[in-house]
């Protein structure tokens, strides 16, 4: 049984920083490709950042390159999503995924390429 755990989310002030972790379990962890995605209320879930297995290739959306930084601990098991200079549209509910291939070499940007999901953080960033 694959169980993906986030933490770290919280409130805070419009141009703070926060670092989301997100733990893996059941499952070999350092050889699939990782995603962090968000999703508000009665919107789509959206790509927020990509790793690769390897932690060679990051891949960033638009909206939080150069303020986000995606990384992982392949002995830790652990993915992270550091966030900087957050702004209130950043606020969400962020989800940590897991590509359903091994040792893939791209990072995709659509929540079906990713198999297991935890179960979310909120994220919310006051103006």
């Known amino acids: 049984q694959v169980q993906l755990v986030e933490s770290g989310g919280g409130l805070v002030q419009a141009g703070g920083s926060m670092r989301l972790s997100c733990a893996a379990s059941?499952?070999?962890?350092?050889?699939?490709?990782m995603g962090w995605f968000r999703q508000a209320p009665g919107k789509e879930r959206e790509f927020v950042a990509g790793?690769?297995?390897?932690?060679?290739?990051?891949s960033y959306a638009v909206f939080v390159k150069g303020r986000f930084t995606i990384s992982r601990d392949n002995a830790k098991n652990t993915a992270y999503l550091q966030m900087n200079s957050l702004k209130p549209e950043d606020t969400d509910v962020y989800y940590c995924?897991?590509?359903?291939?091994?040792?893939?070499?791209?990072?995709?940007?659509?929540?079906?390429?990713?198999?297991?999901w935890g179960q979310g953080t909120q994220v919310t960033v006051s103006s």
């Open positions: 995924a897991l590509d359903r291939a091994a040792y893939t070499t791209v990072i995709r940007t659509t929540t079906d390429e990713y198999v297991y």
């Open positions: 059941g499952r070999p962890f350092s050889g699939v490709a």
């Open positions: 790793i690769t297995w390897s932690g060679t290739l990051t």
